[in-house]
């Protein structure tokens, strides 16, 4: 649970940047979904904007979830230092749609699509000059009028049962599906984990930020074992109601998810119950 290998990275970059250079650094939108990493960089001088106008100098760090390649030539053109920190799998989401707007298949994308990471895909794909509809389910995929060619790619932290079943109901819309399965290996395990914790546990815990996507399913994926699962950023939103007559408790924690905050939590569930922990 906790940090994948993209947050993780994502997250050195920025903190790196800030010991090693000189003048203002700035995330353009939170680095990761998590506000407590967010307030902690606050205070270790790491600015955050939400417009890259509003940037006057020094250096710009991109996002571990991405961005339109039109955001990144932005900044260049307003001469600021500009750090990557797309995570690779994302980056790869992006150069494959990018190679089937080549070979002219229209895209469908699996997403949320208010999500950043589905925002900097759709900037790639239509930079590219491709169609892109995003959907997040297979009832909007079944409504899609037919197409020729479609290439179905998924954001990364998407479950690979919906991928499956999108896939299945565009086969009926189109005369050739191209599936690229580009969802994270990271978000797989964590999903498996959290699932087999769920089926042991009469109640879950999932931390992590209230806007990350990744967290949210999991929650999800705990409560469709049929347990109880509260979603909550910090030990402040534990209630001892939620343990009250249980024995086993299972607590999991979303990628952007920083290790202090899982101990915590982990140190408050225990002090309100008593429970030995055994980490798995
Ligand atoms: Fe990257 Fe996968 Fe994490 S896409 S940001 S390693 S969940």
Same mark, same amino acid.
């Given at each position: 649970?906790?940090?994948?290998?993209?947050?993780?990275?994502?997250?050195?970059?920025?903190?790196?940047?800030?010991?090693?250079?000189?003048?203002?650094?700035?995330?353009?939108?939170?680095?990761?979904?998590?506000?407590?990493?967010?307030?902690?960089?606050?205070?270790?001088?790491?600015?955050?904007?939400?417009?890259?106008?509003?940037?006057?100098?020094?250096?710009? @760090?991109?996002?571990?979830?991405?961005?339109?390649? @039109?955001?990144?030539?932005?900044?260049?053109?307003?001469? !600021?230092?500009?750090?990557?920190?797309?995570?690779?799998?994302?980056?790869?989401?992006?150069?494959?749609?990018?190679?089937?707007?080549?070979?002219?298949?229209?895209?469908?994308?699996?997403?949320?699509?208010?999500?950043?990471?589905?925002?900097?895909?759709?900037?790639?794909?239509?930079?590219?000059?491709?169609?892109?509809?995003?959907?997040?389910?297979?009832?909007?995929?079944?409504?899609?009028?037919?197409?020729?060619?479609?290439?179905?790619?998924?954001?990364?932290?998407?479950? !690979?049962?919906?991928?499956?079943?999108?896939?299945?109901?565009?086969?009926?819309?189109?005369?050739?599906?191209?599936?690229?399965?580009?969802?994270?290996?990271?978000?797989?395990?964590?999903?498996?984990?959290?699932?087999?914790?769920?089926?042991?546990?009469?109640?879950?815990?999932?931390?992590?930020?209230?806007?990350?996507?990744?967290?949210?399913?999991?929650?999800?994926?705990?409560?469709?074992?049929?347990?109880?699962?509260?979603?909550?950023?910090?030990?402040?939103?534990?209630?001892?109601?939620?343990?009250?007559?249980?024995?086993?408790?299972?607590?999991?924690?979303?990628?952007?998810?920083?290790?202090?905050?899982?101990?915590?939590?982990?140190?408050?569930?225990?002090?309100?119950?008593?429970?030995?922990?055994?980490?798995?």
């Amino acid at each position: 649970m906790g940090f994948c290998f993209g947050v993780r990275r994502a997250v050195d970059m920025v903190e790196r940047a800030r010991q090693t250079l000189s003048g203002p650094v700035t995330t353009l939108g939170p680095i990761i979904h998590s506000q407590q990493v967010v307030e902690h960089h606050k205070s270790i001088g790491i600015g955050l904007c939400h417009e890259l106008a509003v940037v006057q100098e020094g250096t710009v @760090v991109l996002s571990a979830h991405g961005v339109s390649p @039109v955001v990144e030539q932005q900044a260049v053109t307003q001469g !600021l230092h500009v750090i990557n920190a797309t995570c690779p799998y994302v980056a790869k989401l992006h150069k494959a749609a990018v190679q089937q707007v080549k070979l002219g298949y229209s895209i469908v994308l699996l997403g949320d699509a208010g999500h950043s990471e589905v925002k900097g895909t759709v900037g790639a794909i239509e930079h590219a000059g491709g169609m892109v509809n995003v959907l997040s389910d297979s009832d909007e995929a079944s409504n899609l009028p037919f197409t020729k060619h479609i290439a179905l790619l998924s954001q990364t932290t998407q479950k !690979l049962s919906t991928l499956a079943q999108v896939a299945a109901a565009l086969v009926p819309n189109c005369q050739e599906l191209h599936v690229i399965n580009t969802i994270c290996h990271a978000t797989d395990e964590l999903q498996s984990s959290a699932r087999i914790m769920a089926q042991q546990v009469e109640v879950a815990i999932v931390i992590g930020g209230k806007n990350s996507a990744n967290t949210k399913r999991l929650r999800d994926i705990c409560e469709a074992e049929g347990v109880p699962a509260y979603h909550i950023e910090t030990s402040s939103e534990l209630s001892p109601d939620w343990f009250y007559d249980k024995t086993r408790i299972g607590i999991t924690a979303g990628a952007s998810t920083p290790d202090w905050l899982i101990h915590d939590v982990t140190e408050a569930v225990q002090q309100m119950t008593g429970a030995e922990v055994a980490c798995e």
